[in-house]
Structures are given as C-alpha cells and as structure tokens.
Nanobody, 114 residues
Framework: QVRLVESGGDLVQAGGSLRLSCAAS???????MYWYRQAPGKQRELVAR???????FYVDSVKGRFTISRDNAKNTVYLQMNSLKPEDTAVYYC?????????WGRGTQVTVSS
C-alpha cells in the first residue's frame, strides 16, 4: 500500500501563487508522477506529469504558469502555480502507479478569488 499526501492548497487572490506538495510513503524513483484537478461540477482532468527523468507535460490551460518538479530523495513531487486564475479553483490530486496499482491522494483545495 502506498500513501500519497497532498498539501499546500489555500485561498489566494487572482494573480497569486501557490506551491503544492505531494509526499509519497515510499520511494518515487522510477515512477511517473501526476497532478490532476477537479473543479465543482466538472470531470477530473490531468494538469501535469513528470517522468523519472524529469520530462514534463502540461495541459494547455496551465502552460507557462505551472511548473511540476520532483525531489526523489524526499519522495515528493511539487506543483508551483503562478499567475493563478479563478478557473484554477479545484481540488488538486496527486496520482501515481506503483507496481501496477494506481494510487490517489485525498486532494488539497485551491480556491482563487477574483
């Protein structure tokens, strides 16, 4: 069993920044790590992904504003979010596949006020 624990969500004004963290209960070396989000009334969507080698992917709506990174020594993945917009308001979830099983964190709430 693997635990993923997100933190860093908060209420912030539009244009502000937040840094989310996702701490895993085991080594993330060699594991692709993902950030998803789910806004009220909407489906969960992929926000960003980072491979073990540091190759990143971003959904178009966050390109240039969000940065995903990882610290394998700390078993932690981060999501730096800048220039936040009200439409970024959502619960943000960490996700990964360990040994063929998919794991999700419980999420952290990000609310961006206009």
């Amino acid at each position: 069993q693997v635990r993923l624990v997100e933190s860093g969500g908060d209420l912030v004004q539009a244009g502000g920044s937040l840094r989310l963290s996702c701490a895993a209960s085991r080594s993330i070396f060699g594991i692709i790590m993902y950030w998803y989000r789910q806004a009220p009334g909407k489906q969960r969507e992929l926000v960003a992904r980072i491979t073990s080698g540091g190759i990143t992917f971003y959904v178009d709506s966050v390109k240039g504003r969000f940065t995903i990174s990882r610290d394998n020594a700390k078993n932690t993945v981060y999501l730096q979010m800048n220039s936040l917009k009200p439409e970024d308001t959502a619960v943000y979830y960490c996700n990964a596949n360990f040994f063929g099983s998919e794991y999700w964190g419980r999420g952290t709430q990000v609310t961006v006020s206009s």
